[in-house]
């Protein structure tokens, strides 16, 4: 028999990783620098990947003469337009499959034949069908934005506890009050979660969609930077894109806060 | 006066699928009164709760209330349930308000603090279901259920989630609730405790498919009883007595299957 004697060694804690805004922003400072150093130091050949300061100096002259202005406006129209539709066509959809059996399956069966395909083949297509002007690039996102929209709905919809239901039914509350006060607030969290999915897509279709055929437009704009090798706008472009991204995500965010604080 | 209504439930029978779980239920609740019903795991008194308030039709017989239904009671049949129900996304006063929505804006402002101040919940008007012990949901549960007015309170073992002090605590304040709205109540539970503390009429029922056994009848009101009175602790013990048996078989069942 072992005799044992002495404290007790702590085995607990780890596995709760918590956010550090300092320690995230430093380290994109750190790799700003870097990039930069290796440009001034011709390490990093400026025509290929030029320095941030260039880059930033061509984002504001940008900026400053209304050229990005004039392609974000074109830009952000599209999204915004395309997202809707797709979002409001999407959430509907995803709501009667979730709710009735008679939409169920047929949505499901058009959603698993329709949604794997990659949607920027079908670019061309739509040009063909909605011309080559706005009607081709909102089509593009709203189909692309609609599945997704669809499928997080339908979850959403089917997570809700059935109990839940049941007591609104049990209250002898209307279909049209228990979907409005009960199914659509409980779906809510996974409809949202859908949004960072759909808003993500509908900027990479978007630029796919302005690349293809549009004279205005970051994606454009962007596409004819490259042919001139013009990477310094090029690059401007690529941050304009990245910052999109960065403020929808956080409008989400926020929506989010406001609309899930229960949780 | 009672504003409870008299609920039949006559000759009822269920089944699912090929499994009976419940045979010739003939029970009255009479208006006012709380009809208790026991019996062992799985003898289907979920079920016939479920029945008794149109969530579930069953195989055979039929419910029927008899009786005036009050003008001011928004929803005759309404439940408690026993996992609380209530809406994680809405504070306290907003979940009581929801099922008042047929109400102009001002009476149900006043139906909510009445019930919020009737189950000692005024302070916690704003808070959120997560911010609450069991005990406090199943008060706001209990305050939803008598913002409605209704004819008979339907009872799912309202107090089985709840640890033993917070039960107790809350079993007094359901007697005085029930004594104080004067509805008919159907009360399910596996505790009988719960059940002489509040049954005028308990309910044996066999195990599956479940039965009527017995009927017991205590007369005397809510608020005069208490849990050592011995003629209550005396039909507890004849209570556990005649169900003892089909609960170690249902709890063998619950382990192997029915066969």
């Known amino acids: ?263 | 006066m009672t504003r409870g209504v008299r609920l039949i439930l006559d000759r009822i029978g269920h089944a699912w699928g090929e499994l009976s779980v419940l045979e010739d239920i003939r029970l009255t609740a009479e208006p006012g009164e709380v009809m208790a019903v026991i019996g062992p795991s799985g003898c289907g008194k979920s079920t016939l709760l479920n029945i008794a308030g149109g969530l579930l039709a069953p195989s055979a017989g039929a419910v029927r209330m008899s009786g005036a239904i009050a003008d001011d009671c928004l929803n005759p049949l309404t439940y408690v349930f026993q996992d609380f129900s209530l809406l994680p996304w809405r504070t306290v006063r907003a979940n009581i308000d929801f099922v008042l929505e047929r109400l102009p804006a001002a009476e149900r402002a006043a139906r909510v603090a009445e019930v919020l101040a009737l189950t000692g919940l005024s302070d916690f008007a704003g808070a959120w279901p997560k911010e609450l012990s069991g005990g406090m949901k199943q008060r706001v549960g209990i305050a939803r259920a008598l913002a409605v007015r209704p004819a008979c309170l339907l009872m799912d073992e309202p107090l089985s989630a709840l640890d033993a002090q917070t039960r107790d605590l809350l079993l007094d304040e359901f007697a005085a609730l029930i004594a104080r709205a004067r509805t008919t109540t159907l009360y399910v539970t596996h505790n009988l405790a719960e059940a002489v503390r509040l049954g005028h009429q308990i309910v044996v029922l066999s195990r599956r498919p479940g039965r009527v056994r017995e009927v017991f009848r205590l007369d005397r009101p809510l608020l005069e009883r208490s849990a050592d009175d011995p003629e209550a602790k005396a039909l507890e013990k004849t209570l556990w007595r005649m169900i003892r048996d089909d609960a170690a078989v249902a709890e063998r069942e619950r382990a192997h299957g029915p066969n």
Not at chain 1, 93 to 105: D, E, H, I, K, V
């Open chain 1, 1 to 263: 028999m072992a005799q044992i004697e002495g404290p007790v060694r702590f085995r607990g804690g780890g596995f709760s990783p918590r956010n550090r805004w300092i320690a995230g922003t430093a380290t994109l400072l750190a790799l700003l620098a870097v990039w930069q150093a290796g440009a001034a130091a011709g390490v990093i050949p400026t025509l290929f990947l030029p320095s941030p300061a260039a880059i930033a100096a061509t984002l504001w002259r940008l900026i400053e003469t209304g050229v990005l202005w004039r392609h974000l406006s074109a830009s952000l129209a599209r999204l915004g337009v395309g997202w809707v539709l797709g979002t409001v066509f999407g959430v509907a959809t995803g709501l009667a499959a979730g709710l009735w059996s008679a939409t169920r399956s047929p949505v499901a069966a058009v959603v698993a034949a329709l949604f794997p395909i990659p949607k920027i083949a079908l670019v061309p297509l739509f040009i063909v069908w909605f011309g080559i002007g706005e009607g081709s690039k909102i089509a593009t996102l709203g189909f692309g934005v609609f599945f997704p929209t669809v499928i997080a709905t339908m979850g959403g919809v089917d997570n809700v506890p059935r109990g839940l239901i049941r007591m609104g039914q049990s209250f002898g509350l209307s279909t049209f009050a228990i979907v409005r006060s009960i199914v659509l607030p409980g779906a809510a969290p996974a409809i949202l979660s859908g949004f960072r999915v759909t808003s993500s897509i509908a900027i990479v279709l978007l630029v796919a969609a302005e690349m293809i055929g549009a004279e205005n437009g970051i994606g454009a704009f962007v596409l004819s930077a490259g042919n001139l090798y013009d990477t310094d706008a090029l690059m401007s472009g690529i941050v304009v894109l990245s910052l999109l991204g960065l403020t929808v995500s956080g409008a989400i965010g926020g929506v989010e806060r406001v609309l899930l604080r229960w949780r």
